[in-house]
């Protein structure tokens, strides 16, 4: 029986911490995303630090998707997500991203930031759907391809900042370098 697009339109998923046994499949659903994936040294490197956390969304036994994002005095920022190919368009992302929302206050963290390669649409578009907005360019940011990244951000409740005049000044300061 083959499911058609409306019956796979949300797949209900468990968001919990991320423990050392999910490693495996975190490491799979990293490798069917990523041209650049991180290695499994880069993950535990990155969990050892103490404002670095780890999550997974499960479905059943199976793990399927994850985030890795960092806590900082008045924002999150994501350093990796992703949603395992099969699972896509389910809404997991979503759910993930719901996730770390339910996690800013208006009085504490405001924002949650993240880059994302320039080369990767469907990432921009999956963020853009989240409303999280492109706010700058980083020039040349990934070490192994040199491409660009755009820093994505969201903004909670109605906090819309002074933001913007602080993206154009980092962007000069960019081009001058």
């Known amino acids: 029986m083959s499911m058609g697009r409306t019956d796979k339109e949300q797949l209900r998923v468990h968001i919990r911490w991320m423990?050392?046994?999910d490693m495996p499949e975190v490491l799979q659903a990293e490798q069917l995303s990523f041209e650049y994936p991180w290695?499994?040294?880069d993950?535990?490197?990155?969990?050892r630090q103490r404002?670095?956390?780890?999550m997974v969304a499960e479905q059943g036994e199976k793990v399927v998707g994850f985030m890795i994002y960092e806590l900082h005095k008045s924002k999150l920022h994501i350093l990796n997500f992703a949603v395992h190919p099969g699972y896509r368009r389910q809404s997991v992302g979503a759910q993930m991203?719901?996730?770390?929302?339910s996690k800013l206050s208006s009085h504490?963290?405001?924002?949650i930031t993240l880059e994302v390669r320039e080369t990767n649409l469907a990432a921009q578009l999956f963020f853009a759907r989240q409303d999280f907005r492109a706010v700058r360019v980083l020039r040349s940011?990934?070490?192994d391809s040199g491409e660009d990244a755009f820093l994505m951000q969201y903004r909670f409740g109605d906090d819309t900042g002074d933001d913007f005049e602080e993206s154009v000044n980092r962007i000069a300061q960019f081009e001058e370098n």
């Open 97 to 101: 991203v719901g996730k770390l929302v």
């Open 39 to 41: 290695t499994e040294e």
């Open 19 to 21: 423990i050392r046994r």
């Open 43 to 47: 993950f535990l490197r990155c969990l």
């Open 141 to 143: 940011f990934y070490e």
């Open 108 to 111: 504490r963290r405001t924002r």
């Open 51 to 54: 404002n670095c956390i780890g």
